[in-house]
């Protein structure tokens, strides 16, 4: 099952609209003030849409910060990681997920978290992503890290980015 941005839009709008109704699920128990988006791996590449999408939204229904983590530059680059990368099968791939092409039209903070051992998605692809973004940036590798382990091997230096990047914690 693919989730796309449009997903997400959606699934935001209805958080809203229920935040937002008398009697509703939240009842203006949620502050929309300080949403913001994540994403690991494919996901990340999603969020990277979803951000670019609300990029010219009004600013309270734009992300107020993007954390990719572990994320790809494009599913081609990808797939060239591959030791069968070499196979002619772009023409079959409908999801391109750029996010090096779509990544400088963010205008929300980006942190980029890659693990130095990721064996799957390599870390100069986070780097890569890093290099290209436009709008207030950092870039976290942690050392150790791989594809499954970044998040709490790097606990630490996560917190303190957030903590120091946007203000949290």
Known sequence: VAVRAEDLRFALDEITRAN????????GRLDLSHVGAFGHSLGGAIAVQLAAALAEAPAAESPKGVIVEGTFTSIRDMFGTFKWGWLPISMLITERFDSLSTV??????????????????????????????????RFLLIEGGTHTTTSWRGAEQYRAALREFFGLG
Not at 106 to 120: E, F, T
């Open 20 to 27: 937002a109704a008398d009697g509703g699920a939240f009842a």
């Open 104 to 137: 400088p039209r963010i205008k929300a903070p980006l942190l980029v978290v890659h693990g130095s051992d990721d064996s799957l998605v390599p870390s100069r692809f986070g780097r890569l992503l890093y290099e290209r973004a436009t709008a207030a940036k």
